[in-house]
């Protein structure tokens, strides 16, 4: 199966598949990493709810997904937003590993290494669709169970995330501190 996936509907129909679908690996690409807010109601089932709250933080899910024993991997390019930060340091969820490739700009999620999204969707609210219609962005990308699609995409994201490609970048003394972990 592959589908196309355009807009917001980039949060409910991949996104927040993934997340409910992921039971062992969460390994998210983005170039820009931010204090995302889900709306609940687009999270499918299995995914961290709050009670009388209409959004929930990213970190929050990542917090969720720690106590089911879910791995998550962020790989991103970009220095996090404050507001991101600042919600991780109210607690690093204990399964979350984070790395930094200033180089990286390819935007995927793949869960469990059997599903994916890829496309041009950053790991914002703009780029979700968790904005407002009038404020996000205008995103393409595909989902995906397909094998042969996914493989490449998570050896090549894994090969930046375990730091393969450092000794030959060719950015190397321009990289402030190659994949380095959040300073909390």
């Known amino acids: 199966m592959v589908r196309v ?9 991949a996104i927040g598949a993934a997340i409910a679908a992921c039971r ?3 390994f998210i690409a983005t170039a820009d990493v931010k204090d995302l807010h889900l709306p609940s109601e687009q999270l499918a089932a299995g995914a961290v709810r709050k009670p009388n709250r209409q959004a929930v933080s990213i970190v929050d899910v990542f917090h969720s997904l720690a106590q089911q024993n879910v791995q998550v ?7 996090p937003s404050g507001p991101f930060l600042a919600e991780l340091k109210k607690g690093l969820p204990q399964t979350l590993t984070m790395r930094r490739c200033p180089r990286l700009h390819a935007k995927a999620v793949i869960a469990d290494g059997r599903l994916m ?15 407002s219609v009038r404020r996000r962005n205008f995103e ?3 989902w995906t169970d397909e094998i042969p699609l996914i493989d490449p995409v998570a050896d090549m994201l894994e090969g930046v995330f375990s730091g393969d490609q450092c000794p030959s970048c060719g950015r190397r003394d321009y990289c402030p501190v190659p994949l380095e972990e959040p300073r909390l």
């Open 140 to 142: 393409a990308g595909i």
């Open 24 to 26: 062992h690996r969460l």
């Open 73 to 79: 991997q962020l790989l991103h390019s970009g220095v």
């Open 5 to 13: 996936i355009l807009n917001d509907d980039h949060l409910g129909g």
């Open 117 to 131: 999204y890829l496309g041009s969707a950053n790991l914002t609210g703009a780029g979700l669709g968790a904005k």
